[in-house]
């Protein structure tokens, strides 16, 4: 026990899974510390739920291990502190909200009371209901009480917030900030780069079963080219931009400039200097979606 | 909705026995909840009573009142056809679903939740056949001794374990959306042509030949022995084919249950 106390949550080292001839993952490794939020992005097919499956226990590696607090993702050791939130589960449309929350809770030593789970979950009003009788947003919010019901440590969400509005998804990323204040660890996957961005610690790009990036919002930012500069000048040629300083990518259509800078300033000075025609000057952070383009497209 | 208080509970932790109980009163009222399982299960034995047994009530079969003849074979229809097709519909269309892989990723002990569905479905199969008695003793004027109306529900539970099997067998082989209609083209046959649903002594020659190697002929001889109607082979006899059968049924069950494992959770 003492061991696996000092064990991190999640030590994920040189995964690989092959489903026949396809490889899904490639050795894929990183480990997930107490009280971090880790949000794994990818585009559909990368590898993220199959990451999420393998580190759940629910498929085998063809090599490499996964250890929850140095334990096999299987024992039941490691179960108990797992809470799981999948994509599409279904659940048994003849059972209340209150009995399957309750049945579940039995199997989990460090439970929360059922009605704080309820409560949690924004689920008081629909408590006596049959789980077939949920909207879809409302099975949602379910799967959120099922996954923290049993107090777990460490807590799994993949693609949580695809079927959720606007408004519900804040909601939902405020949930997920308690919980971090809580020092849960949690890795979600998602292909919302502005969900990454608003709640994560890091995060960790995958592409055709890699990982490509694996830092904090800014940092894979700043990877990118950290600044953009947008113009417009008639007296510039692609060229000439290409080689002010800092300057790491040229796009140019329209007339328009599109420029990634490691550092503005001295490219934006530069920029006066070579061209008096400028206008409709802009300089602004990239933002993690074009981090993201920019990474999966190489 | 966001509550910042939200804090551990002591720990507490459930006895087995408490999660165990709770996994089966949660499956229990789970099934008698889906009326697409229950109505059926529930009228189709009485139905049968009441279209076949009443008129036929002062003839005997097998040396026995036909009444109270086709009574047991009804109820060896209901304890044969709520565990096969309950079993085979229900694991099949919960493997298409997410659902099971949730299950599987939380800590819920797979054994206890096997379990609590065999104890939901002896109950329905209890309600139906108790059903059965009522409007066989009310309107069927059936009069058995106390210890043999235990002797057969006794054996029509017996009959559960190769049904419960075989439905195992067509849940991890068949789809979701396959499964019902394959198990009514496996179910049909078999007790029409096995002495269940017809008495083998009216059934075409072809037909009775066939029916003595059906698990189904085997079932009801267990039950009709209790009521002194059974065939010339002994009871032991009859118990050995159906653990027979049994054993072949669930052997068939684990390959299908192992295939299934590779594809989904390999």
Redesign the interface.
Known sequence: MAQSELAPPIVVRDLVKKFGSVDALSGISFEVASGEVVAMLGPNGAGKTTSI?LM?????PTSGTVRIYGRDPQE?AS??R?G?M???????P??KVR??L???S????????VE?AI??A?LTEKAEA?IGTLSGGQKQRL?FA?AVV??PDVI?LDEPTVAMDVEARH?FW??MR?LK??HKSIILTTHYIEEADAIADRVIVINRGKIIADGTPSAIKKNVGGTHVRFRATDLTEAAAQRLPGVTKVTFTNGAFDLYTTTAEPTVRALFAQSSELTDLEVVGAGLEEAFLELTHN | MVTETTTASATRTNSPSAQLGYTIYAEVIRTLRIPALLIPSLIFPSLFFILFGIPNKQYNIASANAATFLMVSYGCYAAMSTSFLSFGIGTASERGMGWNRLLRASPINPLYLFFAKLVSIVTVILLSVLLLYVVSILLGKVTLPLDQWFGVTGMLLVGVIPFVALGLVLGYSAGPNSAPAIGNLIFIPLSFFSGILIPVQFLPDFARGFAKYTPSYHVGQLAWHVIGAGDSTSLFVHLLWVAGYTLVFVWLALIAYRREERRTFG
């Open positions: 499956s759940l226990g629910l498929r085998h039941l179960r108990v797992m799981v999948l994509q599409e589960s279904g659940a048994p003849t059972l009995e399957i309750t049945w579940y039995h199997f989990y030593p460090q439970a929360i009371s704080e409560r949690y924004g049959l799967f099922l049993g107090n799994f909601a405020d949930e308690v204040a809580q």
